[in-house]
Nanobody
Framework: QVQLVESGGGSVQAGGSLKLSCAAS????????MGWYRQAPGKERELVAS???????TYIDSVSGRFTISQGNGENTVFLQMNSLKTEDTAVYYC????????????????WGQGTQVTVSS
């Protein structure tokens, strides 16, 4: 079983920056991608950013241009650089990894970290 461990959350004022890190216990990027989800109180969990095995990245509109997802030098780490943070970015952020589930399902979000709190104050 793959374990994901996040670090780097915390509290920051609006306009500030934080960098989240995620280390996987085994290489996920050899087959599928990784990403970051977040869940704010009373809201559904949403995919914030993802990175594929060949480095293609996606972002939700609300963070595009402010957040950057990247892969570490090792093949089992992923980062989320968050700049120009806003109060609405406050949430628990989860590192996630995909798993190959077969030729029908392809890669599917399967592995989850424990979550790290990000709080942005005005």
């Amino acid at each position: 079983q793959v374990q994901l461990v996040e670090s780097g959350g915390g509290s920051v004022q609006a306009g500030g920056s934080l960098k989240l890190s995620c280390a996987a216990s085994k290489n996920i990027f050899s087959t599928c991608g990784m990403g970051w989800y977040r869940q704010a109180p009373g809201k559904e969990r949403e995919l914030v950013a993802s990175i594929s095995t060949d480095g293609l990245t996606t972002y939700i509109d609300s963070v595009s241009g402010r957040f950057t997802i990247s892969q570490g030098n090792g093949e089992n780490t992923v980062f989320l650089q968050m700049n120009s943070l806003k109060t609405e970015d406050t949430a628990v952020y989860y590192c996630a990894g995909e798993k190959w589930v077969g030729y029908v399902g392809g890669c599917s979000w399967y592995y989850w970290g424990q979550g790290t709190q990000v709080t942005v104050s005005s």
